[in-house]
Nanobody, 124 residues
Framework: QVQLVESGGGLVQAGASLRLSCTAS????????MAWFRQAPGKEREFVAT????????SYADSVKGRFTISRDNAKNTVYLQMNSLKSEDTAVYYC?????????????????WGQGTQVTVSS
């Protein structure tokens, strides 16, 4: 069992950067693969990025590849999403997710634990 709390969202202009953080508690963080998903109003939740338990492997959605970077600091029980060159299309609620796996997991159904979400709004 793990609890996740996201932070770092906000309202920014197109082209700006944000760094989201997700802090975990309740279990051994280093045993979990972590991911970010997002959901815009009226749309389904979509995969953004994932990172393996030790940070050795990452994967990104094509829509964010080259602009977003996922990373983790297991000593701080935290996963990050660095978002650069933000576009209006990135506006969504961003959710942190965790699953106990030593491999990366790309689909939302594979994640057992979810945070409450943090709003990212990009104005053009």
């Amino acid at each position: 069992q793990v609890q996740l709390v996201e932070s770092g969202g906000g309202l920014v202009q197109a082209g700006a950067s944000l760094r989201l953080s997700c802090t975990a508690s309740g279990d051994i963080f280093s045993h979990y693969a972590m991911a970010w998903f997002r959901q815009a109003p009226g749309k389904e939740r979509e995969f953004v990025a994932t990172i393996s338990y030790n940070g050795g492997r990452t994967s990104y959605a094509d829509s964010v590849k080259g602009r977003f970077t996922i990373s983790r600091d297991n000593a701080k029980n935290t996963v990050y999403l660095q978002m650069n060159s933000l576009k209006s299309e990135d506006t969504a609620v961003y959710y942190c997710a965790a699953t106990r796996s030593y491999t990366i997991v790309l689909n939302s159904a594979g994640y057992l634990f979810w945070g409450q979400g943090t709003q990212v709004t990009v104005s053009s």
